[in-house]
C-alpha cells in the first residue's frame, strides 16, 4: 500500500536509513493508478505539488491526517543522506 511507504520512511529515519526519491517513485509506480497522483507530481510538479498529492492520497484513503504533518515537513523531491 501507498500509505507504506511512506510510513517507511519516517521508520527509516529512526533507523539512519536515507531517502532516495526514485526508489520512493518507483514503490509508488508499482501501485498503479492509486498512485498516479503522486508519481505525476514527481514527473512535472513542485516540491508543493508532490505534498498536496501525498495529503491528498492520506485523506482519500481515511488514513491518520496527522501523517500529513510529516509529509510537509520533509522533502520528497531531493535525496536525504542519513
Given amino acids: 500500500m501507498v500509505i507504506d511507504i511512506i510510513l517507511d520512511r519516517r521508520a527509516g529515519e529512526k533507523h539512519g536509513w536515507g531517502y532516495d526519491p526514485q526508489e520512493f517513485y518507483r514503490d509508488i509506480a508499482q501501485y ?44 520528497w523531491l531531493t535525496e536525504e543522506a542519513q
Avoid at 33 to 58: F, N, P, S
Avoid at 60 to 71: A, G, K, L, W
Fill in 32 to 75: 498503479g493508478e492509486i498512485g498516479h497522483g503522486i508519481t505525476r507530481a514527481m514527473d512535472y510538479g513542485t516540491e508543493h505539488d508532490v505534498k498536496v498529492a501525498l495529503c491528498e492520497y492520506i485523506i482519500r484513503h481515511r488514513y491518520n491526517p496527522s501523517i500529513c504533518d510529516y509529509v510537509w515537513s520533509r522533502e
